[in-house]
């Protein structure tokens, strides 16, 4: 019955004009989370905000699943097809709109590559802060889904810090705006704060207005290397003492930035040390921003680091982008978003490191420090055995557990998707998961919006 | 029929020992919108969430109307129970829960007064930066259902940036928990981000967890005047190239301004400049805010300043402050809260004062240029006369026009209310505001959450 209607559709949309894919179906059933796959029934690529609306009619009368892609970068398996039916990917929405430098917005379509952005905003002495490991292949519209943070978030917020206006289209076909270039805005629901890490479960982003910020003129990066994984965690804290604004707080953990070191084939300084801080300044003049790196540097040395110095700020940012990567070419990894009260992020790594001992497996910690959002990747670097299959799930489900008893998220960045639905339970309670339901329901009521995702099996 | 039910309810509330008023309900029938009064039927002041939930419970069951009620202090008519029912004032759930320093968070119920929240946070070198005239008296509960932003916003942004967890309470008594202590959280629905800006249309907000930053240790103040209303509004945009981290840019006009002077009898320099800018320079260092002064002083001149010199701090924002106020009190007025793309505040105006011009009545205009958000007072000096009466109502709905031609909002942090809610067609497609209602009717299919409001009459 959905074969006949998925043609029926594909042919239908080809008529239009509407990009559908033939063939190579099968990389639209993969995202970047671990091994999990499901085939699309059909992959639709449209070009602009009336195609959308073709399709998200078609899907409402059919009654067919919708599953938006951005990038297929996303760790929680948010764009997988689950369901199968249409797989809706953006990537041919890849259009900067527009470079508002006098008002500083940019007003972007969802298929816009990170760093594409990045690379024109740039060109006007203008930056969008928001940056991360997979900028070079991660979609706008996947940061806006599931509200990307990464590393400039410690001073600038995540994604919903830069977005004040989106167009969205909702199964069906409507297409609803909410907000603009307005730095205040009190008229209405916030529709599209709502649909900021909403994970495609309530309509398709087709639009975004965000802010930009000027362009720093100076930008240094500090490497400090610490002999006890626990005093860099909290020299991590300290230095945000200082008031300075430091645009990147980042902690790794040293057998994680091995695992990066390796890969690359590069080599940071401090090979003996527990883990490393990598800290950056940012600022408009030369002398203001070379006050505060020897603020900061004092601070670090203050708060127990072995050694401070200014690092190449590309050598070090590659290695800390590489250690995901790194961790996803090995045998097996299962890779954790915690985060916590920044205060409690030390607590949560020494329990990280605890839980792995005792089921005698390995972890290795990294992330953004300055916000309690860490990454936390269990692995295994030799062939997966029966110890790793036995206690890989209730590792990570004790993570979880102890995350939310230091009043953390089960996820900071990454999204629910499918990895982490059946966890919602341990963060919200039933009447709050319900609240979001109704939501979901009064937008979506035969649930066509990427099923499968945010909620626990058999629900909403 | 209703009243029986509210004494019943009044009744059984006394039982479980809640508070509800047995007299001076008069003032909860007002807030500070003009000349708006509904009265309402009974007042009830809950201390805890335990006591919301029981009256949320009650209203729903016997289908009562629902009225929730910070400080007093809307501009919107939010407050006014227009269909009488029960005013659900949150004075006395004023506790500050805590202050994690540590942290850096606040945890308060929404009776807190803005400025008892910043003197304790001030007490621990931290600051909650939201600021505004109101602030001796509005509650964080209005300011969280406006999204109140005031003149630090340009640097901080407006009362959303920094909320990070909500506690509140739906219709029927549910209660749902979203967000902590948390700089990233993707884990389901923000459901905060959506209560915020509702008006107490969707719920009761029992608890918010805030982000606090560090206190700045200097502050300086620099007022520039200017013999052009247009060059002041240019330069307002000017002085944001320098990179410096300037926590306040605000713009008045010299009749605005000349206003609160006569109502406090004090006297700010330039008495006959068209226009003066009031820019707020904050840091943790002499120097550097020094050198930040130097450089913004420079700019302001070369945009055309006639003078800059530094200003005694609470004269200036004394008269900053007491310009609304002073509005007030003249025998007639017309608040208009717009919002505009930055660049275009200049054109918006000049675009008053055509309005005004034509229309033989008198405007004044006064606010956050740093933010595109000015205040535009259509006022009567002398008794009201017909001329008044016929223009203002066309001159009102000429000005919000003209701000949406300028791809504005109609309200940048004063809320909807009642007053604004028949130009929503203005802002808003019939999708955005039928999707903004089909959320509202999820939780609250009776329409019994401050009904009336946000929404054009008849609906939702």
Redesign the interface.
């Known amino acids: 019955m959905e074969r006949m209607a998925l043609d029926a559709i594909a042919e239908h949309l080809r008529s239009l004009d509407i990009d559908v894919l033939h063939e190579d179906l099968e990389q639209y059933g993969r995202d970047e989370t671990m091994d999990l796959f499901a085939p699309a029934g059909i992959v639709v690529r449209p070009r602009s905000t009336p195609e959308v609306v073709e399709v998200m009619r078609l899907a409402q009368q059919e009654r067919i699943p919708v599953t938006p892609r951005g990038g297929g970068t996303g760790k929680a398996g948010g764009a997988i097809p689950v369901q199968g039916g249409i797989v809706l990917s953006l990537e041919k929405m890849n259009r900067i709109k527009e470079i508002?430098a006098?008002?500083?917005?940019a007003v972007v379509e969802p298929g816009v590559i990170l760093w594409d952005l990045h690379a024109a905003c740039e060109e006007q002495k203008l930056w969008y802060p928001v940056d991360m490991s997979s900028g070079g292949s991660c979609l706008i519209g996947g940061n806006l889904a599931?509200?990307?943070?990464g590393e400039r978030?410690?001073k600038y917020?995540?994604t919903?810090?830069q977005v004040t206006g989106i167009e969205a289209v909702?199964m069906g076909g409507?297409?609803?705006?909410?907000g603009?270039?307005?730095?205040?805005?009190?008229?209405?629901?916030?529709?599209h704060?709502?649909l900021?890490?909403?994970e495609g479960t309530?309509g398709v982003i087709t639009e975004a207005t965000i802010k930009l910020v000027?362009l720093?003129?100076h930008r240094r990066t500090l490497l400090a290397a610490f002999s006890s994984m626990d005093t860099a965690a909290q020299a991590a804290?300290e230095v945000?003492?200082?008031?300075?604004?430091l645009s990147a707080v980042e902690f790794i953990e040293r057998a994680a930035a091995a695992l990066a070191e390796e890969m690359l084939k590069v080599q940071l300084p401090h090979s003996d040390a527990a883990a490393l801080l990598l800290i950056e300044i940012e600022?408009?003049?030369e002398a203001?921003t070379q006050?505060e790196i020897e603020q900061v540097g004092t601070l670090l040395l203050d708060a127990g680091a072995d050694d401070v110095e200014l690092a190449p700020r590309e050598k070090v940012w590659g290695v800390r982008h590489a250690v995901a990567e790194a961790t996803k070419m090995l045998p097996a990894y299962s890779a954790c978003d915690t985060?916590?009260?920044?205060?409690s992020m030390p607590k949560l790594v020494s329990r990280a490191h605890g839980i792995a001992r005792r089921r005698g497996i390995e972890v290795v910690c990294f992330g953004?420090a300055?916000?309690?959002?860490i990454h936390i990747d269990f692995i295994k670097r030799k062939e997966v055995d029966a110890n790793w299959d036995q206690q890989i799930g209730p590792a990570v489900r004790e993570l979880l557990k102890a995350t939310i008893e230091l009043?953390?998220?089960?996820?900071?960045?990454?999204?629910?998707g499918i990895l982490?639905r059946e966890d919602?339970p341990l963060?919200?309670?039933e009447?709050?998961?319900?609240?979001?339901k109704?939501?979901k329901?009064?937008?979506d009521p035969d649930n066509l919006m990427n099923p499968g995702k945010?909620f626990p099996e058999g629900t909403p």
Chains 1, 2 share one sequence.
Not at 102 to 105: D, E, F, L, Q
Not at 146 to 149: P, V
Not at 407 to 416: F, K, L, N, P, R
Request: charge should be positive; glycine fraction near 12%.
């Open positions: 508002d006098s008002n500083r917005y599931c509200d990307a943070g978030a410690v917020g995540t919903r810090a909702l409507r297409v609803i705006r909410s603009g270039k307005l730095a205040k805005n009190s008229a209405g629901y916030a529709l704060h709502l900021v890490g909403s309530l000027p720093p003129t804290l945000e003492r200082c008031g300075a604004t600022g408009f003049s203001r006050d985060v916590v009260p920044r205060r953004h300055g916000d309690g959002n009043q953390g998220s089960i996820t900071a960045e990454h999204g629910v982490r919602m963060q919200f309670d009447d709050t998961l319900n609240a979001m109704e939501i329901r009064a937008w945010v």
